[in-house]
């Protein structure tokens, strides 16, 4: 018997699904298959197009041809024209099985014009724009080159100025496209101003920082301009230079920049929040490797228990240790710098830990955006290769090598998973610089007037890491060539090697009493012997023709006893020719912070050389330089030079005049070039064979200019002793009065300018004890050398 209630539920659910069947597709045909059959698309048809052909704006729909135009796909097609950039406008529409597409194609550019740029060339304005001649052009291009023209002058200063583009069609239907520049005035920096720098002066914390002031010789130099991103990095370089000098906890808080557009200018204000001052005290290493001889690494710990806190430092001597431990032979050597505040007594304790570290290899080295320098020339300045053990203080260390190198403008290095846990991928981005150097430079040296030079250097000639360089020069009395050729790598080892060919004219007259014309050249060769101690061999040749054209030679080449007329002396209007060969060493001993302008460090050298052919001698030199800064972080820099030569006669028969030392203002400030020693009756320079001399000096900033001028003042007092004559005893005729007083000294003033030429120093000197032939200089203009 059937159940009423149970019917009823039957009819009830089975209403639903008979009414929903046809439009789902139950029994009949699905609701969507019927919409896809009816906009199948039978035929594309596109209308608008000229230089565009049909089958070509058809490959650029996301639907085909049998394909179901949904509305999806239309929207996709329109949007695929409009990123061809070929078309202004662009409509995709359905009807009957035709697919219509409507194209209104952007125009295509003649030329480029530029009008009222001064600042960059048209060159530069076209490799920083999108729009090129023969290209489709649209008005969101032309927009987007015109900010980009923009962004690139308020990278260099000019923050009013505008770009308008305008278009002119010009015949053919093309359309030239012009951007007006109207450059405005540079803007440059009107002043930088720190708050909270207690412990460090303002000119101090100025020349941290890249962002200069305006001075005089901006309009030249254009260093005084500001953007944003650099003044991110000066807020970083502040911070790591209190961390560098005992101010772990350092904050820049803020840099801001306000822009005066009365003064055209940006003022620019740091505010600092220093902390308290730290020293190193307990400095220890510890190791968990067994074998490893921690004794032998403590030569490489530059954080001294009393020194005061340095980052840096801290960084140096982990990365020291870890190599230390590699060549030891344990490659995986991690080193970590566990660190113990003392609050109260402002100390922080180092112990440096030397562990085992997780045996990752390298399995490929990535290298790119090297387009002229070869891979070799980089992966070689990274110690290992694949294969070998993965050292993150080595790749540290090659980081800093490749940078060294100077022929890139931005070194990244990076790591990735290699194809297994213990590889490691290492990827090296470089951006490449320029490495070619054509100068003409022109100055003026109190010793040899107006000088001049024409050069062309390459410091990585070929993309081979080779230095090249050629040079031609003028002074008032002479002219100078020369040719050098340095391979940083010889036959693959570390060890540079390098020629140096010259031809020097020394015209008679001036300083000196006869001509000369030297050409020779020597083969060298350099290798490290320590992380601090490098060694150099040479050995060359030279041929030297002495002229004296006008005036006859009275005693130089005409020893006592000669035959020849001793009123008139002998004359060589045809040249007298001397011979030479040498072969030496050099040794070189630098621990100086910054090569260029150090504050603290010894740079010291040792020279021997044996001299033979015409002559027949032992030549020793030696030059040493310390520097330590005078007052704490006051600028004032202190330093004492010391230097001594010896010339050991081997033949019997003296050292030749033309050989022995002629000293002046790079022995002891205060007198004239080739000024100090023995000289005969007629003036002319015999020069010495021994002489020893020491200088102190202290260099500071000049407060009432702006450290950003380069410029600094400097006080010094110099002493120095000359003995030795040259030539065999009583050979040559000496006045007593160049004689008669063998220690000089002399104390003075000087001006240095650190030049985009180098650095130039005006020496004011007042001689205090000199020879009575001596001859005083009040005013030399010199280049600043270390030793």
Do not use: C
């Not at 039978?42 to 996301?62: C, K």
């Not at 254009?222 to 904050?251: H, K, S």
């Not at 040296?445 to 250097?457: C, H, N």
């Amino acid at each position: 018997m059937i159940d009423p209630n149970k019917l009823m539920r039957g009819v009830f659910l089975a209403l639903p699904l008979t009414v929903a069947a046809p439009v789902l597709g139950v029994g009949g045909p699905l609701l969507g298959v019927t919409e896809a059959q009816a906009q199948t698309v039978s035929r594309i048809a596109v209308t608008g197009n000229s230089r565009v052909d049909d089958a070509t704006v058809a490959s650029y729909l996301t639907v085909r041809v049998g394909q179901a135009a949904t509305q999806a796909q239309i929207d996709a097609s329109i949007a695929s024209l409009y990123q061809t950039g070929l078309f202004s406008d662009a409509s995709v529409s359905y009807s009957g099985g035709t697919l219509s597409v409507r194209v209104v194609e952007n125009a295509i550019v003649a030329s480029v014009l530029f009008e009222g740029n001064r600042r960059f060339s048209d060159a530069q304005l076209m490799a920083m724009i999108n729009s090129g001649n023969r290209g489709a052009i649209s008005s969101e291009i032309i927009q987007r080159d015109a900010e980009s023209i923009r962004l690139a002058y308020n990278q260099v200063g000019y923050s009013n100025v505008t770009v308008t583009p305008r278009t002119e069609a010009t015949q053919g239907g093309r359309t030239r496209v012009v951007f007006v520049v109207n450059e405005g005035e540079r803007a440059g920096i009107a002043a930088i101003n720190f708050t909270g720098n207690n412990n460090f002066s303002s000119g101090a914390l100025k020349s941290v920082i890249r962002t200069r002031e305006t001075h005089l010789l901006s309009w030249l130099f254009q260093d005084d301009n500001y953007t944003d991103a650099q003044l991110e990095i000066d807020r970083e370089l502040i911070r790591l230079y209190y961390a560098n000098n005992g101010y772990p906890d350092a904050q820049v808080t803020s840099a801001v920049a306000e822009y005066d557009p009365s003064r055209n200018g940006y003022y620019i204000n740091f505010t600092v929040v220093e902390g308290q001052r730290y020293e190193f005290g307990n400095v220890g290493i510890e190791t968990s490797i067994a074998g490893l001889n921690a004794d032998a690494l403590r030569g490489s710990v530059r954080t001294r228990e009393g020194s005061r806190y340095s980052l840096s430092e801290i960084e140096r001597t982990a990365q020291d240790l870890a190599i230390g431990a590699t060549d030891q032979g344990y490659p995986f050597a991690d080193v970590r710098p566990r660190m113990n505040r003392d609050l109260n007594g402002n100390i922080f304790d180092v112990t440096y830990l030397v562990d085992e570290g997780p045996r990752i290899y390298v399995e490929r080295i990535n290298i790119t955006g090297n387009n002229k320098t070869r891979d070799y020339v980089i992966r070689r300045e990274l110690e290992f290769a694949e294969g070998d053990p993965f050292n993150r203080s080595l790749v540290t260390r090659g980081k800093s090598s490749i940078e060294n190198l100077r022929f890139f403008k931005v070194v990244n290095i990076t790591t990735e998973q290699g194809s297994a846990p213990d590889q490691v991928v290492i990827n090296v981005a470089v951006e490449e610089d320029s490495t070619g150097d054509y100068g003409i430079t022109a100055g003026y040296s109190t010793a040899d007037g107006i000088l001049g030079e024409v050069s062309i250097t390459e410091r990585n000639f070929l993309g081979r890491g080779q230095f090249v360089r050629a040079a031609v020069g003028a002074t008032g009395s002479g002219q100078t060539f020369d040719f050098s050729f340095t391979e940083p790598r010889f036959m693959g080892l570390r060890i540079s090697s390098g020629i140096d060919v010259y031809h020097r004219i020394q015209d008679e007259g001036g300083n000196a009493r006869y001509g000369t014309t030297a050409t020779g050249g020597q083969i060298r060769f350099g290798l490290p012997v320590t992380r601090d101690l490098n060694a150099s061999l040479f050995t060359g040749l030279e041929t030297r023709t002495i002229y004296d054209a006008e005036a006859p030679f009275t005693q130089l080449f005409d020893p006592v006893g000669s035959t020849t007329n001793p009123e008139t002396g002998p004359s060589f209007a045809d040249g007298l020719n001397f011979n030479k060969a040498w072969v030496g060493y050099t040794l070189t001993y630098n621990t100086l912070n910054d090569n260029r302008r150090p504050t603290e460090g010894v740079l010291a050298t040792f020279t021997q050389q044996y001299v033979g052919w015409d002559h027949n001698y032992i030549k020793t030199e030696a030059r040493a330089r310390y520097f330590t800064p005078l007052i704490q972080d006051s600028g004032m820099v202190a330093s004492v030079r010391g230097q001594a030569g010896i010339i050991n006669d081997l033949s019997g028969d003296g050292v030749h005049p033309i050989e022995a030392y002629r000293h002046g203002p790079s022995l002891i400030r205060g007198f004239q070039p080739r000024s100090l020693g023995p000289r005969t009756s007629e003036g002319e320079a015999l020069g010495s064979t021994m002489y020893a001399g020491i200088s102190a000096e202290i260099e500071f900033p000049i407060p009432v200019l702006p450290e950003t001028y380069g410029i600094r003042g400097a006080v010094w007092a110099d002493a120095a002793y000359i003995d030795g004559l040259a030539g065999a005893d009583g050979q040559f005729m000496v006045t007593d009065g160049s004689i008669d007083e063998n220690l000089k000294a002399s104390v003075g003033a000087s001006i240095i300018w650190d030049s985009p030429f180098g650095p130039l120093r005006g020496d004011f000197g007042y001689v205090v004890q000199k020879a009575t032939d001596d001859r005083p200089q009040v005013f030399q203009l010199t280049l600043q050398t270390l030793l």
